[in-house]
């Protein structure tokens, strides 16, 4: 599977961006998507992921992110609200096919990566 992650910019905080994940594999629809994001000098962390049982939010952006998925279009969204200067961070997508919920928060469970994208908001 191989993912292509955009949509990464320079915002305001309070202000609003879109995060696609788009994946080749045609059987993507069996796949859990995750979001990870790093931050200079900081450990990648969980953002959010979607199974097909449901999604799951780190509590740091808990109401202001959601997470959504177009399988017929093989793609996955972030949708980032109110966004803040600690959201700052390069967001990367992940996929695979064995995440369980108890896996999703942890960043060795992924096995397939995309190449990230840069989010920066300005406070």
């Known amino acids: 599977v191989q993912l292509q992650a955009s949509g990464g910019g320079l915002v305001q905080a309070g202000g609003s961006l879109r995060l696609t994940c788009a994946a080749s594999r045609h059987t993507f629809s069996n796949y859990a998507v995750g979001w990870f994001r790093q931050a200079p000098g900081k450990e990648r962390e969980f953002v959010a992921g979607i199974r097909w049982s449901g999604d799951r939010y780190a509590d740091s952006v808990k109401g202001r992110f959601t997470t959504s998925r177009d399988n017929a279009k093989n793609t996955v969204y972030l949708q980032m609200n109110n966004l803040k200067p600690e959201d700052t961070a390069v967001y990367y997508c992940?996929?695979?096919?064995?995440?369980?919920?108890?896996?999703?928060?942890?960043?060795?469970?992924?096995?397939?990566w995309g190449q990230g994208t840069q989010v920066t908001v300005s406070s």
């Open positions: 992940a996929a695979d096919a064995g995440i369980t919920r108890a896996t999703m928060m942890h960043s060795r469970s992924w096995r397939y």
